[in-house]
């Protein structure tokens, strides 16, 4: 079983194997690593199965101890992160069962010694132990900055692909700018975190939709939204707000706006732009638009009034013969 960590990364049983393998008694040793959860990490078995591991090793060390008071000193030791031991006699066959803390002292590396092995060596464990100790250190050391890394790059990686995702659900699929929803959301952030900023808010239909539907088909009038969403997302600044509303309806909100001759050059640039825009790659189709304009916080003080008055705005563009701008300061005249 190799050393895991939860995020696939592992220290193979070979690597552990090489470590373990200048150990005395491996012949009639187990090698275990236990983490802070009480799971074993990694298993080198120089015996036949023991059994040890079948189940919780902890509860089997504690049902096969021979004397419990020695039992609850190898428990305390555990706790305590010391050097502990235990006698153990499973079906028979009896072990030392030896811990030492590892690895800031929240693992445990254990070695279940036949006792048999160990008569009159005692000290000759404990030293080599030391000298063992300090080998799992470094191992562990490497394994435990190497996970860190990684943990964070996979942090990084899921950090991107849920904005990934996140991008994903706030974007229109036709135009590749926001939809209604993401739109609705980025302008009331907006509007909550900048009360005294001037903004404007634009929407925008496309003027007889119906009709270019009816007459080049829903093909074209899909290739007529995306084209005038590219239009919308190129004319504007990426820190505006430009997104479809659904059907052939536009939003944009012009973020921190603060000269009026400015607002009124880049809403007239707009108006321009459907007096001569056209689609198509073989057939050229003229088309319009009719636009509303509102001020924020002049015309209105949340994203409800200020579309409702921007829509406004938008129907006296209509009254007034299409492919034109209006302002809701005007259309209230």
């Known amino acids: 079983m190799p050393i895991t960590a ?27 690593i236990v983490d802070e959860g009480s799971n074993v990490q990694s298993i080198i078995d120089g015996t036949e199965s023991t059994g040890y591991f079948e189940g919780s090793f902890w509860d089997n060390v504690r049902t096969y101890a021979e004397n419990s008071s020695q039992l609850e000193v190898f428990n305390d030791g555990i706790m305590d992160n010391k050097y502990s031991s235990v006698n153990v006699n499973m079906n028979g066959e009896r072990r030392i069962i030896y811990t030492s803390p590892i690895a800031s002292k929240t693992w445990l590396l254990v070695m279940g010694i036949k006792a048999e092995s ?23 050391a490497g394994m435990l900055g190497t996970i860190a890394v990684a943990a964070v790059l996979v942090g990084l990686r899921e950090r991107k692909n849920k904005k990934e995702l996140e991008n994903k659900a706030d974007t229109d699929l036709l135009t590749g700018i926001s939809n209604k929803i993401a739109t609705e959301r980025q302008i009331k952030e907006y509007i909550a975190a900048n009360p005294g900023s001037q903004a404007v808010m634009i929407v925008m239909d496309i003027d007889n ?25 190129s ?42 825009f056209e689609v198509g790659e073989y057939v050229k189709y003229s088309v319009t638009a009719s ?4 001020i924020f916080p002049r015309d209105a003080d949340s994203f409800e009034k200020l579309y409702k008055a921007a829509d406004s705005a938008l129907y006296s563009a209509k009254r007034k013969g299409k492919n034109q701008l209006a302002f809701y300061n005007e259309s209230k005249s």
Do not use: W
Request: aromatic residues 10%; hydrophobic residues 40%.
């Open 6 to 32: 939860g995020i696939c990364l592992h220290i193979s049983d070979e690597d552990i194997e090489e470590v373990f393998s200048e150990f005395p008694y491996e012949l009639d040793a187990f090698y275990a």
């Open 118 to 140: 160990i008569e009159n060596k005692g000290s000759v464990l404990r030293r080599e132990n030391d000298r063992y100790q300090v080998i799992m250190l470094v191992i562990l």
């Open 209 to 233: 939709f119906k009709k270019i539907n009816d007459t080049m088909g829903h093909a074209f009038g899909d290739e007529v939204i995306k084209s005038v969403g590219h239009q919308l997302k």
């Open 235 to 276: 004319m504007f600044r990426i820190t505006d707000v430009v997104g479809r509303l659904g059907g052939d309806e536009f939003i944009v909100l012009l973020k921190n706006i603060r000269d009026s001759k400015v607002i009124d050059k880049e809403c007239r640039l707009l108006e321009e732009c459907f007096h001569n």
């Open 291 to 294: 636009i509303g304009v509102a």
